[in-house]
């Protein structure tokens, strides 16, 4: 299975600004997928990143919110703009690797 | 309509005991796979075990099994021997279609803890 270095790990962010998280994958791979943990709740999906072409966003999210950026095969960024303290979550990249999915160790947001 | 249920919001066993976490799902897709992630209070998505829908048997992975039931549309997770260390949510989830391109829908997840 893939191997994801996600960046950062954390942060607290300043309501207003943005946050840009990084995804890369030891191997080149499709698609690479962005979730939204928020807090208690499950991971819902925000859009699905295929290198050379327009992100795929999910009914609820939108690209000047959530613009993705699929440079290469291996890499991939979600930037969170003009924060509000209810974009508080973990963010979750992943990857599908051989029938698999594996998963970035998260970005714990907090907006104040 | 929810594609994956997990109907047991939180779940409290005893170290040592077996321990049944429900899930049931709902695709018109002959293909699909269900997957079973453990999360830890450190946030991680931990792969426990796959089954895929033209699986014969029942998947297993050391302690972990999947209790699937396809008519049923059912894909419990058995852990037997429960540890303090298997305390953390645990989260079913779906692949509709072949493939990696396809998105994993997750359930509302089961928190489940472990007591001494």
């Known amino acids: ?112 | 309509a929810q594609k994956i249920t997990q109907t047991q919001p939180g779940m409290f066993v005893q170290e040592k005991e077996a321990v049944t976490l429900d899930c049931t799902y709902d695709t018109s897709d002959p293909s699909y796979g269900l997957f079973w992630y453990k999360q830890p209070s450190s946030g991680e998505m931990i792969f426990l075990i796959y089954q895929g829908s033209y699986d014969q048997q029942n998947a297993t992975e050391g302690r972990y099994s999947l209790n699937f039931q396809k008519a049923r549309k059912s894909a419990n997770l058995v852990i037997s021997a429960s540890q303090l260390g298997d305390s953390a949510m645990y989260f079913c989830a779906m692949r509709e279609g072949d493939g990696g391109a396809q998105k994993l829908v997750f359930g509302q997840g089961t928190r489940l803890t472990i007591n001494p």
């Open chain 1, 1 to 112: 299975s893939a191997v994801i270095s996600q960046k950062p790990s954390r942060d607290i962010c300043q309501r207003g600004t943005s946050l840009t998280i990084q995804c890369q994958v030891d191997s080149q791979v499709t698609m690479m997928f962005w979730y939204r943990q928020q807090p208690g709740q499950s991971l819902t999906l925000i859009a699905t990143a295929n290198q050379g072409s327009e992100a795929t966003y999910e009914s609820g999210f939108v690209i000047d919110k959530f613009p993705i950026s699929r440079p290469n095969l291996t890499f991939s960024t979600l930037t969170v703009s003009n924060m509000s303290p209810e974009d508080s979550s973990i963010y979750l990249c992943s990857v599908s690797k051989w029938s698999g999915y594996t998963f970035g160790s998260g970005t714990r947001l907090t907006v104040v």
